[in-house]
């Protein structure tokens, strides 16, 4: 195995841990290998099958595992463990994990300091192994007697599988829905008195009442920050009504969150065959097995050997539980089903946090590594580290095409999680079931170090951090995210969301050196630092933050925050420059040494100014400019320079309208930000932000 080299801002435990297993694993004492050439009757010591074809590779890692726990059990060990997987896609099935098809490793498959237990990519293996919690569809195709651009295949001989998603030739398949994909119907009206799950529909849109009696179609609708997705209930077509079915769901709470400040929720029926009419869109019957599917033009259906068609089948691939001393390195996780956590089927929480399970779930463990690791096509988050879990290291990782978000961390509070590092990896293209997910999720959990990362394509939020509506004692502290380029966010499906979000107490949590554009929100709220209800003692530092739809920094409410040696650069076009909503009679922030670059903004400040104590907010020494010529600079509560500065005591020190000569600001497609020798916010003692560490590097 190679030695990764990488640099960082301090050399942290969890990094050692990468250094120390990876070389370690240079040095296997015990070696075993998996081959798709392989049987689980031989001795699994062999890389290949030998000429007499009596001994070779193992089949399965369950039968891997199996030789790991055998020395772990015997006291055998005296050097590390090492099982080679040779390249191919292992399908888990229903294999003897309880019939779940879950790789589970537990206390007993543990390696210690002395023995660390590796499962790497073969080191002749010509391409990444693949652990999949799908099924091929080998069953072939044929053409739909009733509609020839449809075609079908049985799903599996098995009546008790019902896939959600598919893929084909590695790309991801949307299930059919009304109206057509990226397209939205919007409820004209609420129940009586909100006593009923449901709402008024527009009798011209496409609603059908014979979705009632199918319990596998799903109504999506959207709020301002979630989206929740109901089984029907029942359809009223003569007055046009809906109800979904709900046991726990607020329809109140629903109805003060609305969609849109000026009309009504958006939302979306999936899963019907009466709504499969776009290429590349598919349908499942549960009752026959039968999936439909509409090709591309270029997919020839006729050609098996030219359509590799893989569904989800189970909603864990890998489950990790009082495991400790491990690396996985240089493997691929695939093909994860999604499920909603309450029947009937009800997803509803807050980026997504009320799913239950992830591609790869960790529980209880440390001292786990995972190096050059792939999770994608799955249907929920790719890794959740929770309960209790520790010193584990995510380095160098791909994690894309997501059902929700790339990685999360902690969950509301029990058995709290810390000391996790991710670092160096790609967390891309998220939400395409869980559309409110964020690409980095920090709930109740401290001490966190995310860096040198790329994190894009989510609808809601970048990353998020704490867990907490309220000034209570943070089980969110110490967080440190910094380095981290985020961007594309929102891609205005969204309100009420940021690259960068926080929420609760937060003491020691530093927020630095990130790099944040391309935030779009639906409607209101498309920031690009976010510090949200109770948001406490953070430090806000060095941050790039441009081509933002709203304001550059948001602060909802909360105390003791500092915003110090920041680029705010075209930032505010929906609402200002900087907005607040500050806690009353709180030291609430300071907002010192920064620039404000404004372009199409209409104003420099937006929200609530009003001073409600004599130290409530403090400003000075910053750079305020816009290129529009006849911008008229007002300041905190509308006020002019002069009456900012004597009758409020702010920006003593200030720049007004004075260019901060950024070096090819206008710079396509990436400009540059940095600062001409001559700028005068280096005079007023702004330091120069240092942009090349931010985002992923070679090893």
């Known amino acids: 195995l190679r030695a990764t080299m990488m640099t960082v801002s301090a050399l942290s435990v969890p990094v050692l841990l990468v250094v120390l297993l990876l070389s370690y694993s240079c040095y296997a004492n015990h070696q075993f290998y998996v081959s798709p050439q392989g049987k689980d009757t031989w001795s699994g010591t062999v890389a290949l099958p030998n000429a007499q074809n009596t001994d070779g590779p193992f089949r399965s890692l369950q039968r891997a595992r199996t030789a790991v726990r055998g020395i772990n059990k015997n006291g055998a060990c005296g050097g590390n463990i090492t099982v080679s997987i040779d390249s191919g896609t292992y399908y888990l099935g229903d294999d003897d994990d309880g019939g779940q098809g879950v790789f589970t490793l537990t206390s007993e498959d543990s390696g210690t300091p002395q023995c660390i237990v590796v499962y790497t990519q073969y080191q002749n293996a010509k391409t990444t192994p693949v652990i999949s919690a799908g099924m091929p569809l080998l069953l072939g195709w044929k053409q739909s007697p009733s509609n020839n651009k449809i075609w079908q295949t ?83 077509p003569a007055n046009s009504t809906m109800l979904w079915k709900s046991p726990n769901w607020d329809p109140e709470a629903l109805g003060g969150w609305i969609d849109k400040q000026t009309s009504g929720h958006r939302y979306y029926v999936e899963n019907t065959l009466s709504a499969l009419d776009e290429p590349g869109e598919f349908y499942v019957d549960r009752q026959s097995g039968i999936l439909s599917y509409i090709p591309f033009p270029d997919e020839d259906m006729t050609n098996p050997s030219s359509i590799n068609a893989v569904v989800s089948n189970h909603d864990t691939i890998m489950s990790l539980d009082g495991v400790s001393h491990v690396l996985f390195d240089n493997l691929a996780f695939s093909h994860q089903e999604w499920n909603c956590p309450q029947p009937p089927a009800i997803c509803q929480g807050q980026t997504a946090a009320d799913t239950t399970t992830a591609a790869i779930y960790i529980a209880h463990s440390s001292w786990v590594t995972f190096d050059h690791v792939t999770v994608t096509h799955v249907g929920t988050y790719g890794i959740w580290i929770d309960q209790a879990s520790s010193m584990i290291t995510l380095n160098s990782l791909n994690v894309t095409d997501l059902g929700a978000g790339g990685v999360r961390i902690g969950n509301a509070g029990q058995e709290t999680t810390s000391n996790i590092h991710l670092l160096n990896s790609y967390i891309m293209d998220g939400g395409h079931v869980h559309r409110d997910a964020c690409g980095v999720l920090i709930q109740s959990s401290s001490n966190n170090t995310i860096e040198m990362n790329e994190v894009a394509h989510f609808n809601q939020i970048g990353v998020s951090v704490g867990w907490d509506w309220s000034y209570n004692p943070s089980q969110a502290s110490g967080n440190i995210i910094q380095y981290n380029h985020i961007h594309d966010i929102g891609r205005g499906e969204l309100s009420d969301m940021a690259g960068i979000y926080t929420l609760g107490e937060s003491p020691g949590t530093v927020i630095n050196n990130n790099i944040i554009h391309d935030v779009v929100s639906y409607d209101y709220g498309g920031w690009g630092l976010y510090a949200d209800q109770a948001s406490s003692s953070i430090k806000w530092t060095n941050n790039l933050v441009h081509d933002i739809k709203s304001a550059g920094f948001h602060q909802h ?58 130290n409530q907010y403090f400003f000075n020494k910053n750079l305020y400019f816009s290129t529009s010529g006849n911008f008229t600079y007002k300041f905190g509560p509308n006020l002019d320079l002069a009456a900012w500065q004597q009758t409020l005591g702010q920006d003593k020190i200030v720049s007004v309208g004075k260019d901060p000569l950024f070096v090819a600001p206008d710079a396509s497609p990436t400009p540059n930000f940095q600062l001409k020798p001559d700028s005068p916010a280096l005079g007023m003692g702004f330091a120069p932000i240092d942009f090349e560490k931010v985002g992923p590097h070679q090893d």
């Open 557 to 614: 409410w909360g105390a003791n925050i500092t915003i110090l040696n920041n680029i705010f650069a075209r930032v505010g076009w929906a609402d200002g420059g900087f907005r607040t909503e500050p806690g009353a009679n709180m030291n609430s922030f300071s907002f010192t040494n920064n620039i404000v670059y404004l372009s199409n903004a209409t104003a420099l400040f937006f929200g609530d100014f009003a001073p409600r104590s004599t």
């Open 154 to 236: 049985k799903v599996s001989s098995s009546s008790s599988v019902y896939p959600k998603q598919l893929w084909i030739n590695g790309s991801r398949r949307p299930r059919a829905r009304l109206p057509s994909v990226d397209g939205f119907y919007e409820w004209v009206g609420t129940l009586p008195n909100n006593t009923q799950w449901g709402f008024v529909f527009d009798p011209k849109d496409n609603i059908q009442e014979a979705w009632q009696i199918h319990s596998d179609v799903n109504v999506v609708v959207y709020r301002a920050w979630t989206v929740a997705r109901f089984e029907i209930a029942k359809i009223f």
